[in-house]
């Protein structure tokens, strides 16, 4: 249980060491600032100031919030906010940080925001001489034939120094004597291998055993050094050494491998015989922690894993092998181990900042900074940083490793109000592992939705002689806000016609928009009129819509017919005159209505109540004429007066009566209309007659004719001439403008005019109605129409007079 904890607590270390280690390879290509130290360093040590480097003033290095960022947290730095000082919390130790490498820089970052600014760094930890060389076996013990020839090697164990560079071990030293001197080789990764080179031959029988001090001396200053005993035992005859099947063993392993997993097997050969023949292997040079990897099977040559492999940790191992005799002779050979990389590290994401609400409207807004990282290498180590796709938001990459997660686009809250944004990485290896993260952004509203009604433009119908403060209807609007940018407020906004009081007709509730007419309306003063409402909401600003109202006024029937001609209760009565010798159906004349309301409380009808003689007037129910129903008699009384009732179609209808009078005459002249635009005086008329007399007399060849055509001729004068004396003479002008119907709904269909003229001498007693001279006419005052009338009535009043006395 134990040993799985601990197994897992280095696993963790590694894995956040590496992540950092990688973020530091990605950022390499950027421009890094580097500072140093040297190891042991106490506590509050001033590292630098980085104000200089970071572009800041002291006053905005707090509001920047500058945080220091180290890889798996190895150093442990303080940033002063106040003076920018770059401080040491804990003593550092080169070796435990990076081991034998050399130079031993620690990257770190310096996090500022408002806005996101990273300031990439490496720390270079100075190695001091802390550290002696050292031998791993205390005695070292060489077995050499005494047949050995001189000038032969023998390979010894080498020290272990942790110091690097100068500090590093430097050389070795042997004890005087008479057999052996030291010789240095040198490696090729520079480690320097100590060898005792015999001088003399050996002579078991003079000395059997002898006894040298190995002393390896480090470059420090002052030097530290370390000592080993070195035991020459000297043996009976071995010309034979071991040799190796090949020099150099390659393998690769990996990392999964289990404990025992068999890394390699290494082959040696020994001619001699016996005891001298027998080999056995054993692991040369080995360093503390080959030693804990690796163990050696000295009968089969089978190099066997003693824990596992990582590959985060170490990726090649060199262990030295030595293979020797019974005789003591021994041959060496190396065998390379390569740690294959698994995908077995999932990639990490490390969140700096996050912003969990954001306005709406906001394009290009930083929601969060992160950077993420992968232990693994090749493929295992790349990654994929993604969001989903149908999400309004990008990924951006910074430094590399780093990202921004931000807006693509501007959000709409009304749209919506949250997203839950995904972030997963994914490595390359094989099988593939991912990781994610999800991230919550709340949307919070701005006021960007202005009130929309429901309708563009609302039509409302209001019968007339409403009560005052009715609810006549409701306008509605709608925003797509929330909170008191969804508030609304409705007014009335000002008209521009100047002849509508609108602030006299209708109110508008503030709060719900409910419409209310303030007095009674009349339908006959205003049918319709337009005004517009507004919605405002509460935002800030505040913003507002408007729409068209319109009023449809109802039309009641409150409003009897109005009989335009002939006028009553005037003083002066307006006589119709009749020729005795009209057909049946005979037009005496027109009753002349209108009626102010609308649609079918406007269709007016006629009836005829009471007349003197029932019988021979008739009228026309739908146009008011009044016509002959028979021949005249001479029984038939001179004068006729008419009773009619005019009715509208409303309910209950209402009605009007009229009354005419109709004044029977033997005879009158033919008809003549001036032309509308130039009244013809009596010189025009004598002039025409003249030129009709002069015609006349050259058509006539006979002297009775030309006779009878002067008689007739002294007679057309004479009347003329008695006509232009004030006898019965032909109206002058229009008729009264009052005879117009207004509003297209009276008895006319069409507006018309007519102009009468009479003479009392005409073949014809019949009037003529010509087509109308103007079309269209507008209303008159009532004064003109008075006057116009009663300049009609007398006139009328004249002729009859004088028709009459004609008569008589």
């Not at 209108?594 to 129910?621: C, H, I, M, Y």
């Given at each position: 249980?134990?040993?799985?904890?601990?197994?897992?607590?280095?696993?963790?270390?590694?894995?956040?060491?590496?992540?950092?280690?990688?973020l530091?390879?990605a950022?390499?290509?950027?421009?890094?600032?580097?500072?140093?130290?040297?190891?042991?360093?106490?506590?509050?040590?001033?590292?630098?100031?980085?104000?200089?480097?970071?572009?800041?003033?002291?006053?905005?290095?707090?509001?920047?919030?500058?945080?220091?960022?180290?890889?798996?947290?190895?150093?442990?730095?303080?940033?002063?906010r106040?003076?920018?000082?770059?401080?040491?919390?804990?003593k550092?130790?080169?070796?435990?940080?990076?081991?034998?490498?050399e130079?031993?820089?620690?990257?770190?970052?310096?996090?500022l925001?408002?806005?996101?600014?990273?300031f990439?760094?490496?720390?270079?930890?100075?190695?001091i001489?802390?550290?002696?060389?050292?031998?791993?076996?205390k005695?070292?013990?060489?077995?050499i034939?005494?047949?050995?020839?001189?000038?032969t090697?023998?390979l010894i164990?080498?020290?272990?120094?942790?110091?690097?560079?100068?500090?590093?071990?430097?050389?070795?030293t042997?004890?005087?004597?008479?057999?052996?001197?030291?010789?240095?080789?040198?490696s090729?990764?520079?480690?320097?291998?100590?060898?005792?080179?015999?001088?003399?031959?050996?002579?078991?029988?003079?000395?059997?055993?002898?006894?040298?001090?190995?002393t390896?001396?480090?470059?420090?200053?002052?030097p530290?050094?370390?000592?080993?005993?070195?035991l020459?035992?000297?043996?009976?005859?071995?010309?034979?050494?071991?040799?190796?099947?090949?020099?150099?063993?390659?393998?690769?392993?990996?990392e999964?491998?289990p404990?025992?997993?068999?890394?390699?097997?290494?082959?040696?050969?020994?001619?001699d015989?016996?005891?001298n023949?027998?080999?056995?292997?054993a692991?040369?040079?080995?360093?503390?922690?080959?030693?804990?990897?690796?163990?050696?099977?000295?009968t089969?040559?089978e190099?066997?894993?003693?824990?596992?492999l990582?590959?985060?940790?170490i990726?090649?191992y060199?262990?030295?092998?030595?293979?020797?005799?019974?005789?003591?002779?021994?041959?060496?050979?190396?065998?390379?181990?390569?740690?294959?990389?698994?995908?077995?590290?999932?990639?990490?994401?490390?969140?700096?900042?996050?912003?969990?609400?954001?306005?709406?409207n906001s394009?290009?807004?930083?929601?969060?900074?992160?950077?993420?990282?992968?232990?693994d290498?090749?493929?295992?180590?790349?990654?994929?940083?993604?969001?989903?796709?149908?999400?309004?938001?990008?990924?951006k990459p910074?430094?590399?490793?780093f990202?921004?997660?931000?807006?693509?686009?501007?959000l709409?809250?009304?749209?919506?109000?949250?997203?839950?944004i995904?972030?997963?990485i994914?490595?390359?290896?094989?099988?593939?592992?991912t990781?994610?993260h999800?991230?919550?952004?709340?949307?919070?509203?701005?006021?960007?939705?202005?009130?929309a009604?429901?309708?563009?433009?609302?039509?409302?119908?209001?019968?007339?002689n409403?009560?005052?403060a009715?609810?006549?209807?409701?306008?509605s609007?709608?925003d797509?806000?929330?909170?008191?940018?969804?508030?609304?407020?409705?007014s009335?906004l000002?008209?521009?016609?100047?002849?509508?009081?609108?602030?006299?007709l209708?109110?508008?509730?503030?709060?719900?928009?409910?419409?209310?007419a303030?007095?009674?309306?009349?339908?006959?003063?205003?049918?319709?009129?337009?005004?517009f409402v507004?919605?405002?909401?509460?935002?800030?600003p505040?913003l507002?819509?408007?729409?068209?109202?319109?009023?449809?006024?109802?039309?009641?029937?409150?409003?009897?017919?109005?009989?335009?001609?002939?006028?009553?209760?005037?003083?002066?009565?307006?006589?119709?005159?009749?020729?005795?010798?009209?057909?049946?159906?005979?037009?005496?004349?027109?009753?002349?209505?209108?009626d102010?309301?609308?649609?079918?409380?406007?269709?007016?009808?006629?009836?005829?109540?009471?007349?003197?003689?029932?019988?021979l007037?008739?009228v026309?129910?739908?146009?008011?004429?009044?016509?002959?129903?028979?021949?005249?008699?001479?029984?038939?009384?001179?004068?006729?007066?008419l009773?009619?009732?005019?009715?509208?179609?409303?309910?209950?209808?209402?009605s009007?009566?009229?009354t005419l009078?109709?004044?029977?005459?033997?005879?009158?002249?033919?008809?003549?209309?001036p032309?509308?635009?130039?009244?013809?005086?009596?010189?025009?008329?004598?002039?025409?007659?003249t030129?009709?007399l002069?015609?006349?007399?050259?058509?006539v060849?006979?002297?009775?004719?030309?006779?009878?055509?002067?008689f007739?001729?002294?007679?057309?004068?004479?009347?003329?001439?008695a006509?232009?004396?004030?006898?019965?003479?032909?109206?002058?002008?229009?008729f009264?403008?009052?005879?117009?119907d207004?509003?297209?709904?009276?008895?006319?269909?069409?507006?018309?005019?007519?102009?009468v003229?009479?003479?009392?001498?005409?073949?014809t007693?019949?009037?003529?109605?010509?087509?109308?001279?103007?079309?269209?006419?507008?209303l008159?005052?009532?004064?003109?129409?008075?006057?116009?009338?009663?300049?009609?009535?007398?006139?009328?009043?004249?002729?009859?007079e004088?028709?009459e006395?004609?008569l008589?």
């Amino acid at each position: 249980m134990e040993a799985g904890e601990e197994m897992e607590r280095v696993l963790k270390k590694r894995q956040v060491l590496l992540f950092f280690v990688l973020l530091g390879i990605a950022q390499a290509g950027s421009t890094l600032r580097r500072y140093s130290v040297e190891e042991e360093a106490e506590n509050g040590f001033l590292v630098a100031n980085l104000l200089k480097d970071l572009g800041l003033e002291v006053e905005k290095l707090a509001a920047r919030g500058p945080r220091v960022i180290s890889k798996g947290k190895k150093l442990n730095l303080e940033f002063n906010r106040q003076t920018g000082d770059l401080l040491l919390r804990e003593k550092l130790d080169r070796e435990e940080l990076c081991g034998p490498a050399e130079p031993c820089v620690v990257p770190f970052q310096v996090l500022l925001g408002n806005p996101l600014q990273i300031f990439q760094a490496e720390l270079q930890i100075r190695d001091i001489n802390d550290h002696s060389p050292i031998f791993l076996d205390k005695e070292i013990i060489l077995k050499i034939s005494e047949m050995t020839a001189s000038g032969t090697t023998f390979l010894i164990e080498r020290a272990q120094d942790l110091d690097v560079g100068s500090n590093s071990l430097q050389t070795y030293t042997i004890s005087p004597n008479f057999y052996f001197h030291l010789k240095l080789q040198h490696s090729p990764d520079g480690t320097v291998l100590p060898q005792l080179v015999l001088d003399k031959v050996l002579d078991r029988e003079e000395q059997s055993e002898i006894r040298l001090i190995l002393t390896a001396i480090d470059g420090g200053s002052p030097p530290r050094s370390g000592t080993a005993l070195v035991l020459v035992e000297v043996l009976d005859i071995n010309d034979n050494a071991p040799t190796f099947s090949k020099f150099r063993y390659e393998v690769q392993v990996p990392e999964n491998s289990p404990v025992g997993f068999q890394v390699a097997t290494v082959f040696a050969r020994d001619l001699d015989t016996g005891d001298n023949g027998q080999i056995a292997y054993a692991l040369s040079q080995a360093s503390e922690d080959i030693r804990k990897t690796f163990r050696m099977n000295a009968t089969t040559g089978e190099i066997l894993l003693a824990k596992a492999l990582d590959f985060e940790s170490i990726q090649t191992y060199t262990v030295y092998v030595q293979a020797t005799d019974g005789g003591g002779l021994s041959g060496s050979s190396v065998v390379i181990v390569q740690v294959m990389d698994l995908n077995d590290n999932p990639p990490e994401l490390t969140m700096s900042t996050v912003t969990n609400h954001i306005p709406e409207n906001s394009p290009e807004t930083v929601i969060a900074v992160f950077s993420v990282a992968d232990p693994d290498s090749g493929d295992n180590g790349k990654m994929v940083c993604s969001i989903p796709e149908d999400l309004p938001f990008i990924l951006k990459p910074s430094v590399e490793n780093f990202y921004t997660l931000m807006t693509n686009t501007a959000l709409d809250r009304e749209t919506k109000s949250q997203y839950n944004i995904t972030i997963t990485i994914t490595d390359l290896g094989t099988p593939r592992l991912t990781a994610q993260h999800t991230i919550t952004v709340q949307v919070s509203d701005v006021n960007d939705n202005a009130p929309a009604f429901t309708q563009s433009s609302y039509t409302l119908f209001v019968q007339e002689n409403n009560s005052p403060a009715l609810h006549i209807g409701t306008i509605s609007a709608t925003d797509s806000d929330s909170g008191s940018n969804a508030h609304i407020t409705y007014s009335l906004l000002p008209t521009h016609d100047p002849q509508l009081a609108l602030s006299s007709l209708i109110s508008i509730n503030a709060d719900n928009g409910q419409l209310f007419a303030l007095r009674a309306l009349d339908y006959e003063a205003l049918q319709t009129f337009e005004f517009f409402v507004g919605a405002t909401d509460q935002g800030s600003p505040a913003l507002s819509s408007q729409a068209l109202v319109r009023v449809l006024v109802l039309d009641a029937n409150d409003n009897a017919p109005f009989v335009l001609y002939p006028l009553q209760n005037v003083s002066a009565l307006c006589t119709e005159l009749l020729p005795r010798a009209a057909e049946p159906g005979y037009l005496v004349t027109k009753v002349v209505a209108v009626d102010r309301d609308s649609g079918q409380n406007a269709w007016l009808s006629f009836q005829l109540l009471k007349a003197t003689e029932p019988g021979l007037f008739s009228v026309w129910a739908h146009n008011g004429e009044v016509r002959t129903s028979r021949l005249l008699s001479e029984r038939d009384a001179p004068k006729h007066r008419l009773l009619l009732l005019v009715k509208d179609n409303g309910d209950p209808p209402r009605s009007a009566s009229v009354t005419l009078h109709v004044l029977l005459v033997d005879g009158f002249s033919q008809p003549y209309l001036p032309l509308p635009e130039v009244a013809r005086d009596s010189t025009q008329d004598e002039d025409s007659l003249t030129l009709y007399l002069v015609i006349a007399l050259a058509s006539v060849s006979s002297l009775f004719l030309l006779s009878v055509l002067m008689f007739v001729g002294v007679r057309l004068c004479r009347r003329a001439k008695a006509t232009s004396l004030g006898g019965f003479s032909v109206p002058e002008g229009h008729f009264p403008g009052h005879l117009v119907d207004v509003s297209s709904t009276g008895t006319l269909s069409q507006r018309y005019q007519y102009e009468v003229c009479l003479t009392g001498d005409s073949g014809t007693t019949d009037f003529k109605f010509l087509k109308p001279i103007f079309p269209n006419f507008l209303l008159q005052s009532s004064e003109r129409e008075n006057d116009a009338n009663t300049n009609y009535r007398n006139q009328l009043n004249i002729n009859e007079e004088n028709t009459e006395s004609s008569l008589s």
